[in-house]
């Protein structure tokens, strides 16, 4: 759903409120209250992103947004009133994408969602646990974060966007040399291992790129 926003919060005038700013700028709000209805409600839309008070009737902020984190990159926003340190850092830790401490003004909250969805926009969400950053030649794989080369991340991401096919190196070398410069089967042979070597980092351990024997290489995820 394009730029749709989830605002999960009791307070319904506050609520109304917020929705009411985003409606102003060609956002389309949606309204819960309460904790127990939100995975499902996230699982079936897709929202952009989510506002997340803490204090809610069933599951809390906090239990949410871990829950979340389990099967999405959506950028959530914690909105609370509880402005201690400790509480800042864990909803961080858990997840979140920036906390927003009550009292606040709308325009704050609207801008602070447009920024966090700016950061978001240079990513590309590959799978619920792969996401790429082409502008800071990153991936993220299970909350693990590691930085490539720009060369890999060229290479990664073309394997990465149609998972599953099996490249040649001669498709790898002209997808990813449109200099005509001269490279042989040995320099793909060598990008491959090191980009290898990388991803079994973050994904603990799992080899998520597949070399088939006499056709090429994939990569394949879940």
């Known amino acids: 759903m394009l730029n749709s926003i989830l605002i999960v919060e009791d307070e319904i005038k506050l609520a ?9 700028t060609e956002y389309t709000p949606h309204i819960i209250d309460n904790g127990d209805d939100v995975i499902a409600w996230v699982k079936s839309h897709k929202p952009s992103v989510i ?13 949410l947004c871990q829950e979340i984190r389990q099967f999405s990159n959506v950028p959530i926003l914690i909105v609370s009133a ?4 400790l509480d800042r850092l864990l909803g961080l830790d858990l997840g979140a994408d920036d906390y927003i401490c009550k009292p606040f003004s709308p325009r704050e909250v609207v801008a602070r969602v447009k920024a966090v969805l700016r950061r978001a926009g240079s990513s590309t969400v590959l799978s619920n646990d792969f996401l790429l950053n082409e502008n800071h030649l990153t991936a993220t794989f299970k909350r693990n974060v ?3 080369t720009s060369i890999e991340f060229q290479l ?4 990465a966007n149609k998972s599953g096919r099996i490249f040649t190196r001669e498709q790898l070398m002209q997808n990813m040399y449109s200099d005509d410069r001269i490279v042989n089967n040995r320099t793909i042979d060598s990008h ?18 597949q070399s088939v024997y006499g056709a090429g290489y994939r990569l394949v995820l879940a």
């Open 16 to 24: 109304n409120l917020l929705a009411d700013y985003f409606k102003l």
């Open 51 to 63: 506002l997340l008070d803490i204090m809610l009737p069933g599951k809390n902020g906090i239990t």
């Open 82 to 85: 509880k402005v201690d340190e």
């Open 146 to 148: 590691i930085v490539f």
């Open 156 to 159: 990664l991401k073309l394997l």
């Open 192 to 209: 491959i291992k090191k980009l290898r070597k990388k991803l079994i980092i973050i994904s603990e351990g799992e080899d998520l790129i």
